[in-house]
C-alpha cells in the first residue's frame, strides 16, 4: 500500500511510518509532499493519507495520529500501548506527560536538524524507535533494564 503525509517529518510523521511498517504493512511505500497537496496527490495515487488536516487518520482531540492508527487497526500491544504514550507526549507538546517525552523530542528535533531529506530522516530514526519499543517491552514487563 502507499501512505501519504507531510513532507518535514518530525515525532508523528516519523512514528507512523514505523508503526505502520512494523505492525500493518511491511511493503508500505510513503509519499512525502506539500501540505496543501497531500489530499490532492492521496486522491490521484490512492494513496492513504495520515497526520494531516482532512485525513481520517489524523489527530482526535488529545489523540495524536500515531494513536489514532493504534486504535483504527486495532493495536493491543502493551509495549506498543506505553510507546504511544511516549509519542503522544512528545507530539502534543505535554512533555510533561511522560518523564520520556522532552528526551524523544530532542531526538526528532535533532534528526531533522542532520537530516532534512525526510526518507534518510525516518530511516535513522526507525532505529531509535525500535529501541524505544524494545525499551517498552521491558518497562511493561516489568524487567529492569
Known amino acids: 500500500m502507499k501512505w501519504i503525509t507531510r513532507s518535514h517529518v518530525h515525532v508523528d510523521r516519523v512514528a507512523c511510518p514505523w508503526l505502520i511498517t512494523r505492525f500493518i504493512d511491511s511493503d ?14 492521496a486522491e490521484k495515487t490512492g494513496a492513504i493519507p495520515f497526520d ?3 485525513a481520517r487518520l489524523h489527530h ?3 489523540q495524536c495520529t500515531f494513536d489514532a492508527i493504534i486504535e483504527d487497526y486495532g493495536l493491543t500491544d502493551p509495549a506498543l500501548l506505553r510507546l504511544a504514550r511516549i ?8 512533555l510533561d ?10 531526538i526528532a528535533v535533532g534528526y531533522s536538524l ?12 526507525f532505529e531509535v524507535y525500535d529501541a524505544l519499543y524494545a ?6 514487563a516489568g524487567t529492569d533494564s
Open 87 to 94: 509519542i503522544n507526549a512528545a507530539d502534543t507538546d505535554r
Open 60 to 62: 482526535r482531540g488529545a
Open 114 to 125: 542532520r537530516y532534512p531529506d525526510d526518507r534518510q530522516n525516518i530511516a535513522g530514526q
Open 97 to 106: 506527560a511522560d518523564p520520556l517525552a522532552a528526551g524523544f523530542e530532542a
Open 52 to 54: 494531516t488536516p482532512g
Open 135 to 140: 525499551w517498552c517491552r521491558l518497562d511493561v
Open 28 to 41: 508500505a511505500e510513503f509519499l512525502f509532499v506539500p501540505k496543501s497537496k497531500v489530499m490532492e496527490i
